[in-house]
């Protein structure tokens, strides 16, 4: 499976963007698909991720601001994110977790798309 990811930029605290995650190579509906970022400087952290059924969790930094959806008609994952904060900054990374491994592992991931939120 290959991973492209796509939607990051530039833009003011408090803005949205949403981030798009196009899958290729295999069958999409069988991959949980989860959302990753790395600010400068730290560890790569989770951010949220969608089952195949399409039920979601994030991290608590996140949550109420952004949401992951899918259109499997479509092979893409998204990450909506609103009301960004200038921690939000970081590179965001795509990645597929098959149905038939564990929760926590992601065997494929994208290249990352960067997200710089201005104060």
């Known amino acids: 499976v290959q991973l492209q990811a796509s939607g990051g930029g530039l833009v003011q605290a408090g803005d949205s963007l949403r981030l798009s995650c196009a899958a290729s190579?295999?069958?999409?509906?069988?991959?949980?698909m989860g959302w990753f970022r790395q600010a400068p400087g730290k560890e790569r952290e989770f951010v949220g991720r969608?089952?195949?059924?399409?039920?979601?969790t994030y991290a608590d930094s996140v949550k109420g601001r952004f949401t992951i959806s899918r259109d499997n008609a479509k092979n893409t994952a998204y990450l909506q994110m609103n009301s960004l904060k200038p921690e939000d900054t970081a590179l965001y990374y795509c990645a597929a977790n098959p149905v038939y491994r564990a929760r926590d592992r992601y065997d494929y991931w994208g290249q990352g798309t960067l997200v710089t939120v201005s104060s």
């Open positions: 190579g295999g069958t999409f509906s069988n991959y949980a």
């Open positions: 969608i089952s195949v059924n399409g039920a979601t």
